[in-house]
C-alpha cells in the first residue's frame, strides 16, 4: 500500500517555474514506478512524465518535454516535478501517481494503482 500527498500547486504567470512535490508512505514506495498526470477541466487525465524505481529510466509527455523534470528521492519517499517555462495549456489538476515496478513504465492511468489527490496549477498568459 503506498499512500501519497501533492503540494506545491499555485498561480503563476506564464514562462514562470512550479516544483511540485509528491509525498509517498509506505514501506515499497522504491519498488514503484512514480509518474504525473494531469487533468485540466472537460478533458480526459493525461500522462505527464514517469520515472522508474531507481530513476535510471525516464518517459516525457511530448508537450512538456525540455521543460519538465521529474525526480525522485527514495531515501526521503518523495517525487519531484519541476516544471519551467509553464503555459498557460499546462493549467490543470495534477496527480502523483505509483504502480508496481513489474508493470513497467506505462503512459495511462490504468497503469497505476495509487493516487495523490492533486494539485492545482494554474498558468495565466
Not at 514506478?33 to 477541466?41: D, E, L, S
Not at 509527455?61 to 517555462?85: C, E
Request: hydrophobic fraction near 35%.
Amino acid at each position: 500500500q503506498v499512500q501519497l500527498v501533492e503540494s506545491g500547486g499555485g498561480l503563476v504567470q506564464a514562462g514562470g517555474s512550479l516544483r511540485l512535490s509528491c509525498a509517498a508512505s509506505g514501506r515499497t514506495f522504491s519498488r514503484h514506478i512514480m509518474g504525473w498526470f494531469r487533468q485540466a477541466p472537460g478533458k480526459e487525465r493525461e500522462f505527464v512524465v514517469g520515472i522508474t524505481w531507481k530513476g535510471a529510466t525516464t518517459d516525457y509527455a511530448d508537450s512538456v518535454k525540455g521543460r519538465f523534470t521529474i525526480s525522485r528521492d527514495n531515501a526521503k519517499n518523495m517525487v519531484y516535478l519541476q516544471m519551467n517555462n509553464l503555459k498557460p495549456e499546462d493549467t490543470a489538476v495534477y496527480y502523483c501517481a505509483a504502480a508496481p515496478s513489474l508493470r513497467g513504465l506505462g503512459v495511462t492511468p490504468e497503469n497505476y494503482d495509487y493516487w495523490g489527490q492533486g494539485t492545482q496549477v494554474t498558468v495565466s498568459s
